[in-house]
């Protein structure tokens, strides 16, 4: 079956065992995975795997429930198993599904993997890193192409199909001159378009440079009074965990450092944060 038919079929059964309304997302994920390590090419493989997730809403009670099997038996098991979870919970009259009809198209990214280019970008890359960072030892280099695909129905005549594809690239690396060496670092990026220049500043070169600059790092002391400056990588570990404290989980459950402070000063007015998806 295709995931629209997944969909179809899950609904369908999800209606049969009792369901007043229901929503399901029927999906496919993928990737093509290409290695390189040790001055050579070590791994080529494609994965791939499929899953639907179900809904269900009676008597203002609603549950889920996912299986990574989507076979015509696993997904009406699965619609009796939402049942059963929805007649156990708690009835909430806030609970609602979306409403319609209406149909979403999205379209995002190449849709094949171009394995060639994939090995192309990863050659040139060494080749151009070992010329302009000579200190820089390439461990690990990794280019992937992934691919999602979801379907998702409701009962009030919803639909949505959305594709997703990108690339991936990912380095582990350190940087080593004689007989001095840096601790090992990682990073990554996404991308469409394989035309990229990965050794642009604000791409690789960057923490390429600066894992270099660690070959000549000096110890201060025990403890040191002064001013700081971050790494953008190490700026973004310290802005998710504050924003962890405004998140819908941490303020549920009460565990939030800025629990009622609506309309208080709590950070610097240097700070600025927007939302911006």
Not at 74 to 91: C, P, S, V, W, Y
């Amino acid at each position: 079956m295709n995931l629209v038919e997944v969909s179809q079929e899950s609904l369908k059964n999800l209606k049969e065992n009792g369901a007043e309304f229901a929503s399901t997302l029927s999906g496919h994920t993928s990737f093509d995975e290409l290695v390189y390590e040790n001055d050579a090419f070590t791994l080529l493989r494609s994965v791939d795997e499929y899953y639907s997730s179900q809904t269900a809403l009676t008597e203002n009670k609603k549950a889920s429930y996912t299986v990574n099997q989507v076979t015509p038996q696993e997904i009406q098991n699965a619609a009796k198993k939402t049942l059963e979870m929805t007649r156990a919970g708690q009835a909430d009259e806030a609970f609602a599904i979306s409403e319609g009809p209406k149909k979403i198209e999205h379209n995002y990214g190449p849709e094949t993997a171009d394995k060639e280019g994939m090995r192309n970008l990863i050659k040139d890359f060494v080749e151009k890193a070992d010329k302009k960072y000579p200190e820089i030892k390439l461990r690990s280099v990794t280019c992937k192409f992934n691919q999602g695909r979801t379907n998702f129905l409701n009962t009030n005549g919803v639909e949505a199909n959305i594709r997703k594809g990108h690339y991936s690239f990912s380095v582990l690396f350190n940087a080593q001159d004689e007989k001095v060496s840096s601790g090992m670092n990682y990073d990554g990026l996404d991308f469409t378009d394989l035309n990229i220049d990965l050794l642009d500043e604000e791409r690789f070169g960057r923490i390429f440079s600066h894992t270099i600059a660690h070959l000549k790092a000096e110890k201060l002391g025990k403890n040191i009074q002064g001013k700081a400056i971050f790494m953008p990588q190490c700026w973004q570990q310290f802005l998710s965990f504050a924003l962890n404290h405004i998140s819908a989980g941490s303020l549920i459950s009460k565990t939030s450092r800025l629990q009622d402070k609506i309309g208080e000063k709590v950070v610097s007015e240097l700070f600025h944060l927007e939302s911006r998806p």
